[in-house]
C-alpha cells in the first residue's frame, strides 16, 4: 500500500465536526500532500494552489501529526480574493485589519477550537482558564485606562516575508528547505519597547495572554505596503480589541497573515515546530518531504526490498521505513562519514532492524541481479554533494541500478536540472534501439503520474508535473512519470521507472 488506508470511524471519533486547514508544501509537492490528506485523513474540500494546500477534515492531533508531505499545518480563520489595492494606505490598512479583528467573542471560539486540535504540547499550547475569562470580561465591556501609546507599545510584530532577505534582517532556513518557511526576525521590533521598559498597561489589559504576527507579503500589495507595516497594524488592531500582549519570543498563539495575488489568507498554526521537521532523524540531508514523495512513488508493499545505491545520510530510507515498515531496506554508499552519518540517524529512529547499510561504489554493487523490488535514490549534486563528470558516471549508474532490479520494480530518481538533461538525453539514444519505441522515432508524450492509495499510479491533475519528451526507454526501463520540485532555490526533478522486461540494451 503506497499510503496507510483511511479509516472513517478514527477520524469521526476525534472531532465532531470537520475543520478547515490549510497547509504549505515546497514546489511541486501539492499534489503529493492533496493525495496524502484524501488517503489519510479523508479530507474533503481540497484546493491545491501554489506553494499551500486547503481542506476540511475531522481529524485528531495524533493524525494530522503523521502527514509527511507537507511543511506547517494551520487551522484556516478566513481565506478571501485579493485586496483591491488602491494609492491609499490607510484605505488598504484598514481593509488588511478587517480580515483579522473581530469581537473577542469570535477569538474565544476560535481559540476553543484551536485548544482541542492541538493537544497539549509546549507550554500548555492553550488558552488558560485565566485567559478564557479575561477574553470573555473583555468581550462586555471595553476598557479605557491605557493611552493609545501605551497600547500601542506592547506590539511587536514577528514578519515572516518571502526570501531573499532584506538588508538588517536575518534568515534562518536549513540546507535545502524549500522557500516555503523563511522566518525574518524585522528590525522595525526594535523601535518598540523592551519587556522592561516599565511602560506596562493597566493590569485589565495586560492579559497573560500573548500572540505575535507572521506576514507574508507578495504581488500586487507588497509595492504599496510592507509585511512590516501590515504586521504592525494588525498586532496594533489585536491589543485594542482583545487586550492581548505582544510577545515576539514565545507567544501562547501566532497569527499568519499571507495576502498576494491569489488570495487573502488568515491562519494560526497548530504546532510549533513543522510537520517537516522529523523528531526522528537527528541530522538532516535531503529534505524529508521530498524524501517521502519519492518513496511512495515506488509502491512499496509489505515484504518487498527496497535499495539507496547512493543513501547519503539515509533520509530515503528513513522515511520509506517510517511509513511501510513491513519491508526491508537496504542502504550503499561509497563514503564512509555518509554511512557513519546513516547509522547515526537508524539509531535515533531506532530502525536498526528494518535497514542494512553496506559500503559500495553504485557503479558496481555487490548484490545479486534481479534481487530487488524499488530502487531510489537521490543522485548528488549541488554544492555540497556535486558529482563529477556526471555525463560519464549516469550511464554506469543506470544500468547497474537495473541490473539489481526485479522484472516489475520501479526505479525512482531525484535529479538536478543538469542531470535531467543528460538523463533525457540518455533516453533518447538508448530508446533509439529500443523495442517499445516507434519506427519512426517519435512517439506521444508519457502523462506524469501520482501515487495512489492501493501502490499504484494515477493521472495528476491538469497543470501538475511535467510530460516525456518521448515514449522511448532505457531497454527494459520504460519512465512511468516525472515530477518538478523545489529544494530552496534549487530546482529538481524526480524520474520514475518500471521495468518491463529482463532484457534489453541497458
Not at 522592561?196 to 493590569?203: C, D, F, L, R
Not at 519570543?249 to 498576494?260: A, C, K, M, W, Y
Request: hydrophobic share 40%; with cysteine.
Amino acid at each position: 500500500e503506497a499510503i496507510p488506508p483511511h479509516r472513517p470511524g478514527l477520524a469521526k471519533m476525534s472531532s465532531a465536526e470537520p475543520v478547515r486547514f490549510f497547509c504549505t508544501a515546497g514546489r511541486g509537492l501539492e499534489p503529493f500532500l492533496a493525495r496524502e490528506l484524501r488517503a489519510r485523513l479523508g479530507a474533503t474540500e481540497v484546493d491545491c494552489v501554489s506553494g499551500k494546500v486547503f481542506f476540511r477534515a475531522a481529524a485528531g492531533p495524533g493524525e494530522l501529526r503523521k502527514l509527511r508531505s507537507g511543511e506547517r499545518l494551520f487551522l484556516l480563520l478566513k481565506k478571501h480574493s485579493p485586496l483591491p489595492v488602491s494609492g491609499n494606505k490607510g484605505k488598504m490598512l484598514h481593509e488588511i485589519k478587517s480580515l483579522v479583528i473581530e469581537e473577542p467573542k469570535y477569538w474565544l471560539d476560535i481559540i476553543s477550537v484551536w485548544r482541542k486540535l492541538r493537544g497539549h504540547e509546549g507550554k500548555t499550547d492553550a488558552v488558560s482558564r485565566e485567559n478564557t475569562l479575561a477574553l470573555k470580561r473583555k468581550s462586555k465591556e471595553e476598557t479605557k485606562t491605557a493611552s493609545k501609546r501605551q497600547k500601542t507599545e506592547q506590539v511587536r510584530a514577528f514578519v515572516s516575508e518571502e526570501c531573499p532577505v532584506e538588508a538588517g534582517e536575518r534568515c534562518v532556513a536549513p540546507e535545502r528547505m524549500s522557500g516555503q518557511e523563511c522566518w525574518i526576525k524585522s528590525k522595525t521590533s526594535s523601535e518598540l519597547p523592551s519587556e522592561g521598559s516599565g511602560e506596562n498597561p493597566t493590569t485589565d489589559e495586560k492579559l497573560s495572554f500573548s500572540f505575535r504576527v507572521s506576514c507574508r507579503c507578495s504581488g500586487a500589495l507588497a509595492k504599496i505596503l510592507t509585511s512590516q507595516e501590515i504586521g504592525r497594524a494588525i498586532g496594533i488592531a489585536l491589543v485594542k480589541q482583545c487586550g492581548w500582549r505582544a510577545d515576539l519570543r514565545d507567544p501562547d498563539i501566532e497569527i499568519f497573515v499571507h495576502l498576494n495575488d491569489i488570495h487573502s489568507v488568515v491562519g494560526i498554526p497548530l504546532f510549533r515546530l513543522p510537520l517537516a521537521n522529523r523528531e526522528y532523524i537527528k541530522t538532516a540531508g535531503l529534505r524529508s518531504t521530498v524524501a517521502w514523495a519519492m518513496a511512495s512513488l515506488a509502491e512499496i508493499s509489505a515484504g518487498a526490498l527496497v535499495l539507496d545505491p547512493m543513501c547519503g545520510l539515509g533520509t530515503i530510507l528513513l522515511e520509506a521505513a517510517k511509513e511501510w515498515p513491513e519491508a526491508c531496506y537496504w542502504g550503499a554508499d561509497i563514503s564512509d562519514s555518509q554511512l557513519e552519518g546513516a547509522d547515526g540517524n537508524i539509531r535515533t529512529a531506532g530502525l536498526m532492524d528494518k535497514i542494512e547499510l553496506l559500503k559500495a561504489s553504485v557503479k558496481a554493487l555487490p548484490l545479486p541481479s534481479e534481487s530487488f523490488d524499488s530502487v531510489i535514490s537521490d543522485i548528488p549534486f549541488g554544492k555540497k554533494f556535486k558529482i563529477t563528470n556526471d555525463a560519464q558516471l549516469l550511464p554506469d549508474i543506470l544500468p547497474e541500478m537495473k541490473r539489481v532490479l526485479r522484472v516489475g520494480g520501479t526505479i525512482v530518481l531525484l535529479l538536478s536540472q543538469d542531470l535531467r538533461k543528460r538523463m533525457d538525453g540518455l533516453t533518447e539514444c538508448a530508446g533509439s534501439d529500443s523495442p517499445e519505441a516507434s519506427a519512426d522515432g517519435d512517439g506521444e508524450a508519457a502523462p506524469a503520474k501520482a501515487p495512489s492509495v492501493d501502490g499504484n499510479s494515477s493521472s495528476l491533475a491538469r497543470g501538475v508535473g511535467e510530460s516525456f519528451p518521448s515514449s522511448r526507454c532505457f531497454g527494459s526501463l520504460v519512465p512511468d512519470g516525472v515530477y518538478a520540485v523545489g529544494l530552496g532555490k534549487t530546482d529538481a526533478f524526480i524520474y520514475k521507472y518500471r521495468k518491463v522486461s529482463a532484457a534489453g540494451n541497458w
